[in-house]
C-alpha cells in the first residue's frame, strides 16, 4: 500500500506540473481561424477493428471491436475536455472497408490511415484489447513502431502511468505494426488489458474503471509532453 501512495503522490504531482504548462500555454496562445479545440495539437484516436472483425472475444460474449470503441470514445472526451483537438477513424460498430470481400483488412487499415494523414495529426493512440494462452497474463500494455524514437517516447510515458495505475510492471514492446508504421506522427498501441484474465475482463467491463483507465492513457501522454517537448503545435 505504501509503494502505491507513493505513486499516487507522484503521478497527481507529475499532473499538476503538466496542467500548469499547458495553463501557460494556453494563456499565450491565442484563438486561430475556426478550430472548436483550445490548443493546436491533434490527437487522432483509433478504435481497432470493426464490422465483421470483431477482434477478440471475452467469455461472456463481448467483442473487442465493441470495447474498443467504448474506450475511445471515452479517452477522446478527455482530451476534448482538455482543450485537445480530437479526432477518431471510427465512432460507429462498422468498418471502414466498404463491401465485406477479400482484402477488406488491408482497405480498412488504409482508410484509417487517410483519417489520421488528413487531420495532420500529432499523435495516434490506438485502443485494442489483448488475449493470451496463459490466464495469469493480465494488464495494460503499450506497442509502438520499432525503430520510431518518439514513438517509444510515447509508449514509454503512457506505460509508466499505467502500471502505476494497475500495480504492474510492465515494460513497451515494440514490433512492425501497420497503423504506426504508415504515419509520420509519433503513435502508440494500447492493449488496455486481457480478455484471456478473469480480473482484467471484470475490471475492463466496468465503467469506472473504464473511466480510470482512460484518464491514466491521457495522464501518459501529458507526462510525454511535458517531458520531452512533444510538439505542442502542428507547425
Not at 479545440?37 to 471491436?65: C, M, N, R
Not at 465485406?100 to 490506438?126: E, H, Q, Y
Amino acid at each position: 500500500m505504501q509503494k502505491k501512495s507513493k505513486n499516487a503522490v507522484l503521478l497527481l504531482l507529475v499532473l499538476l506540473v503538466v496542467q500548469l504548462a499547458l495553463l501557460l500555454y494556453l494563456c499565450s496562445k491565442q484563438f486561430e481561424g475556426q478550430s472548436t479545440s483550445l490548443i493546436d495539437f491533434t490527437i487522432v484516436i483509433d478504435a481497432g477493428h470493426g464490422g465483421i472483425d470483431g477482434g477478440v472475444v471475452a467469455p461472456d460474449g463481448t467483442k473487442e471491436s465493441d470495447l474498443n470503441l467504448v474506450y475511445a470514445k471515452a479517452l477522446g472526451n478527455i482530451a476534448q475536455d482538455a482543450g485537445f483537438n480530437v479526432l477518431y477513424t471510427r465512432t460507429s460498430s462498422g468498418g471502414l472497408y466498404g463491401l465485406p470481400t477479400k482484402g477488406f483488412k488491408m482497405r480498412d487499415m488504409i482508410a484509417r490511415k487517410k483519417v489520421v494523414d488528413a487531420s495532420n495529426a500529432n499523435l495516434v493512440i490506438s485502443i485494442h484489447m489483448n488475449k493470451f494462452a496463459d490466464s495469469r497474463q493480465h494488464g495494460p500494455q503499450v506497442f509502438y513502431q520499432r525503430g520510431s524514437d518518439l514513438s517509444f517516447e510515447l509508449a514509454s510515458s503512457v506505460q509508466k502511468v499505467l502500471n502505476s495505475f494497475a500495480n504492474t510492471n510492465r515494460t513497451t514492446q515494440s514490433g512492425d505494426y501497420y497503423i504506426c508504421r504508415e504515419v509520420a506522427c509519433p503513435s502508440i498501441i494500447v492493449e488496455c488489458g486481457f480478455f484471456s484474465n478473469a480480473t482484467d475482463v471484470a475490471n475492463l467491463l466496468d465503467e469506472q474503471y473504464q473511466q480510470q483507465m482512460c484518464e491514466n492513457i491521457f495522464a501518459g501522454v501529458m507526462l510525454y509532453l511535458y517531458s520531452c517537448g512533444g510538439g505542442m503545435s502542428n507547425s
